[in-house]
């Protein structure tokens, strides 16, 4: 079951909830015929829960949200991208332990 803590991100919307975003957003990049992207669905919504108002948790299907996809030059998902104060921070590809992710996160705090 998805989160109702994470949003969904599109190409028209990406501006409005990731750049302009007062709070820092952990944005997954996914596309549902990708194996280690489902696998990583569930820890990613865990997050959202465990932080929601402190932290937005996005995802951008790259299948729908090409314009997006290219311009973070995401070649390889999952791909996830910490943005804070409208710019990449940090960021992992492929499947990371959720301790991983946790980590990259206090980072931007």
Do not use: H, Y
């Amino acid at each position: 079951m998805a989160s109702t803590n994470v949003v969904a991100l599109t190409d028209a919307n990406f501006e409005s909830e990731v750049l302009k975003s007062e709070q820092p957003v952990l944005v997954d990049f996914w596309a549902p015929w990708c194996g280690p992207c489902v696998q990583l669905s569930p820890v990613i919504d865990e997050i959202a829960d465990s932080r929601a108002g402190v932290l937005k948790v996005g995802k951008v299907n790259v299948d729908e949200n090409t314009e997006t996809a290219a311009r973070f030059r995401i070649n390889s998902i999952p791909a996830l991208l910490f943005f804070k104060d409208g710019q990449v921070r940090d960021q992992v590809v492929g499947r990371v332990p959720k301790a991983e992710i946790i980590a990259k996160l206090e980072a931007l705090a």
